[in-house]
């Protein structure tokens, strides 16, 4: 039941850009963008509610396609402070109120 | 303002015995989470919490595991009769507001989690 990121590692280096897709085979209402570096807490990075919505934050935005059930976080420009663990995280209708985080896509940029 | 916090950071304990981990969340809060993190794994959802409501528990792997809020604040989990595969980090998040809706509110503020570790 839990999304699907891919791809599950990706190295970069400084400037390099990088998409990491989030796919779920069940319908979804919102999707939750995270990203967790080493040790410490996941932190919130962006909602996206509606198909075909698009945020951004920062040089890191983001793509939901309900239609397609995906989600896409692209970053672009990448710095060294972008490395760590990224997390989709959904909710979904008829589920009550739990919450599915993705596989996860560790990010590492170097120099 | 404070953050999510969680107490102990750290536990240590014998196979069998009850272990409470407890989370402060952010003052004004309304919905609260528990997830797990095993060691280099994904977050598992545990339990949510929306202000007075009835928890959801659909996440807790058994009967083992349980979870009160008190006062819509303050949430404790406890684990009875401790097995070595409880060994994981538990976190606590909270967010302003809690459930399908989503949008500005819902987003999830973490703790810094607490290391359980059972021998």
């Known amino acids: 039941q839990q999304p699907v990121q891919s791809p599950q590692a990706v190295i970069l280096r400084e400037g390099e850009d990088a998409v990491i897709n989030c796919s779920s085979s069940?319908?979804?209402?919102?999707v939750h963008w995270y990203r967790q570096k080493h040790g410490e807490a996941p932190v919130f990075l962006m909602i996206?509610?509606?198909?075909?919505e698009q945020k951004g934050h920062e040089k890191i935005s983001a793509s939901f396609n309900e239609k397609k059930q995906q989600s896409s976080l692209y970053l672009t420009a990448s710095q060294l402070s972008y490395s760590g663990t990224y997390f989709c995280g959904t909710s979904r209708p008829h589920t009550g109120n739990q919450f599915y985080f993705g596989t996860g896509t560790s990010l590492t940029v170097i120099p | 303002g404070a953050g999510v916090s969680q107490s102990p950071s750290n536990k240590v304990t014998e196979k069998g015995k009850d272990v409470e981990l407890r989370c402060d969340p952010i003052?004004?809060?309304?919905?609260l989470y528990w997830y797990r993190q095993s060691l280099g794994q994904g977050l598992e959802f545990l339990i949510y919490f929306q202000g007075n409501s009835a928890p959801d528990k659909s996440g807790l792997p058994s009967d083992r595991f349980s979870a009160e809020r008190t006062g819509g604040s303050v949430s404790t989990l406890t684990i009875q009769r401790t097995q070595q595969e409880d060994s994981a980090v538990y976190l606590c998040?909270?967010?302003?507001?809690?459930?399908?809706?989503?949008?500005?509110?819902?987003?999830?503020?973490f703790g810094p989690g607490t290391r359980l570790t059972v021998t």
């Open positions: 996206l509610l509606k198909g075909g």
């Open positions: 998040a909270s967010s302003l507001a809690g459930g399908l809706a989503g949008g500005r509110g819902y987003e999830q503020y």
């Open positions: 069940k319908a979804l209402y919102s």
């Open positions: 003052s004004g809060h309304t919905a």
